[in-house]
């Protein structure tokens, strides 16, 4: 199972997509955006599951797709 996460920089005023947490994949400069494109990523790459997390790097929200 692929893993994406969507996680803000160092002081969130951007967002990242990252894949397996391991190297950022695109860069974004609102949440939302950075949100919709790694539901787009995970959709498309099943079984996959994608982690969003707060500016204190808590998970928030966690989507699976089968």
């Known amino acids: 199972m692929k893993e994406?996460?969507?996680?803000p920089?160092?002081?969130?005023?951007n967002?990242?997509?990252?894949?397996?947490d391991v190297a950022p994949t695109d860069l974004y400069s609102k949440?939302?955006?950075?949100i919709?494109?790694?539901k787009k990523?995970?959709?498309e790459n099943?079984?996959?599951r994608l982690m969003i997390?707060?500016?204190?790097?808590d998970v928030v929200d966690e989507l699976r797709y089968s």
């Open 4 to 7: 994406y996460t969507v996680t």
């Open 53 to 57: 997390l707060d500016e204190n790097k």
């Open 31 to 34: 949440k939302d955006d950075a």
């Open 15 to 20: 967002w990242y997509v990252k894949i397996e």
């Open 36 to 38: 919709e494109q790694g």
């Open 46 to 48: 099943k079984p996959s």
């Open 41 to 43: 990523m995970a959709e």
């Open 9 to 13: 920089d160092k002081d969130a005023s």
